[in-house]
Every structure is written in structure tokens, then in C-alpha cells.
């Protein structure tokens, strides 16, 4: 149980072990032994935290995490978060090889057909999401941009790490508590990991996600075909700009 905070440490010691000892003797232990830094001994957060939305489904804050995920027993990756921001839920995880606009319009995709469309996606101003070069700005909207635009969803940027903070907070708890699970589970790539994602997506989900303010689901009915989906989530080369308002496209590879 090496790197275990107390309440991960305890619910394996107990659910593994059978041990019968409380979380706050563990925790005392651990403070002891400089295994674990109490809260109230930490760095004070030094920014006003961004008020989460009343209704599930109204915005959701997606993010790559690039990490030692597999600890040396596969190459580094990313695993692709998708998390409700009412009500901290895990609502999608992918691993990928890279944080690429291929990978998220693949997440995108799985996300729609399993739940529904949200209302909006939050993110940071990663090229995928938004162009940023200034000889590109003429197109207006990268491939990601134009799927969601199709699909009626909107992409609101942040315009830092904590504004973003549910995402950021269910990384930094992943990369502890996801680590060390598949670690215990023996997972060894991103295809066994992958597989396995949807059952730690549940149990997360019955430990750490809350009730929304509001409890209206805000996610809509996907009414596209799967042909039409397929249209959609196709990668279109921009072939020029005409007055520098209307894209055309030629080259179309699927995904």
C-alpha cells in the first residue's frame, strides 16, 4: 500500500485484509510517521473557487491528464476526463496515447451515445478546443469546434487551471486513487485499462459524486442516425476560405 492515503488505505485494509481499525487512528498513524500531511497543514488555496452549476448535465469540464499511469509497466499516456460539474460524477474516462483531437472526438462520440448531449463542454485553450495560431485564426473553429457546433453543444474556455477546478481536483484524486487501483487489479495497458474503466467509473461515482441543486437532467436526446453520427464525427480538410467568412472542405477520412 505504498503512496495510500488514510481513506484508500483503510478501505483496502478492510475490504482485502479484513483489519478492524478506524480511519482516523490510520490517519493519526500515518501523521506520525510523516506518511500523510493533515489539511489544516497544507497551502491555503489563494482563489476564490468558481461556483458550480445547479443542473446535471448543464456543463460538462473535460481535460487530458498526461501521466505515469500504468507506473513503468506501460509507456506514459493520458487518460481523457469528462466530469459533470453540479455534481462531480465521472461521466467518461479514455486512455490515449495522446491528448490528440482524434482521441476526443472518439470520447465525444461514446459520451453522446451513452448519455445524452450536454449543454456545454468546459475546457482549457488547448489547440484542440480552440485555434490559436494567428495564420490559422481565419478559420474560426478547429474539428473539435465544428462537431460540437453540429451537434448543438456549446465550449466555453477557462482562462486558468482553477477555474476548471472539478477537473483538476478529480486528476490530482485519479492519478492517487486510479493509480493504485489498477495497480491492485494487475492492469498493464491501456486496452485491459480501458475495459476495466466503466466498473471504477461506478464505484467512484457511488463514493464521491453528489446531488445537483437543481435535480432536472439537462442532457438532450441524441435524434442523429448513426450514418448521420458518422458524417459528424468525420475529420474534414479545410481546402480555403472565401472573404474570409465561409469554410469549405475536401478531403474526408472517417473515424
Not at 107 to 134: C, I, W
Request: aromatic share 10%; charged share 25%; glycine share 4%.
Amino acid at each position: 500500500l505504498h503512496g495510500f492515503g488514510p481513506t484508500l488505505a483503510h478501505e483496502k485494509l478492510t475490504t482485502i485484509h479484513g483489519f478492524d481499525i478506524s480511519v482516523e487512528t490510520l490517519r493519526s498513524w500515518m501523521i506520525a510517521a510523516n506518511l500523510w500531511i493533515p489539511r489544516s497543514k497544507r497551502l491555503k488555496r489563494p482563489y476564490q473557487p468558481r461556483y458550480n452549476r445547479d443542473c446535471f448535465g448543464e456543463l460538462i469540464q473535460i481535460d487530458g491528464s498526461h501521466h505515469d499511469w500504468f507506473e513503468g509497466r506501460a509507456a506514459k499516456c493520458c487518460l481523457l476526463v469528462f466530469i459533470d460539474d453540479a455534481t462531480g460524477k465521472l461521466q467518461h474516462l479514455r486512455f490515449c496515447e495522446s491528448e490528440s483531437t482524434f482521441d476526443y472526438m472518439i470520447s465525444t462520440r461514446l459520451y453522446v451515445e451513452q448519455h445524452g448531449k450536454p449543454l456545454a463542454f468546459y475546457s482549457d485553450k488547448h489547440s484542440v478546443f480552440r485555434v490559436n495560431q494567428s495564420s490559422k485564426k481565419d478559420t474560426k473553429i478547429t474539428q473539435f469546434g465544428r462537431v460540437l457546433s453540429t451537434l448543438n453543444i456549446d465550449i466555453i474556455f477557462a482562462n486558468s487551471p482553477q477555474a476548471k477546478g472539478r477537473v483538476e481536483r478529480a486528476n490530482r484524486t485519479l492519478q492517487d486513487r486510479l493509480i493504485k487501483e489498477m495497480r491492485l487489479e494487475g492492469i498493464c495497458s491501456i486496452e485491459q485499462a480501458n475495459a476495466w474503466l466503466p466498473c471504477f467509473i461506478e464505484q467512484f461515482n457511488q463514493k464521491f459524486a453528489k446531488m445537483a441543486f437543481n435535480p432536472k437532467d439537462l442532457h438532450r436526446t441524441v435524434t442523429e442516425t448513426a450514418e448521420e453520427l458518422d458524417d459528424i464525427f468525420t475529420w474534414r480538410e479545410p481546402r480555403r476560405v472565401t472573404n474570409s467568412l465561409t469554410i469549405t472542405y475536401d478531403k474526408c477520412v472517417y473515424l
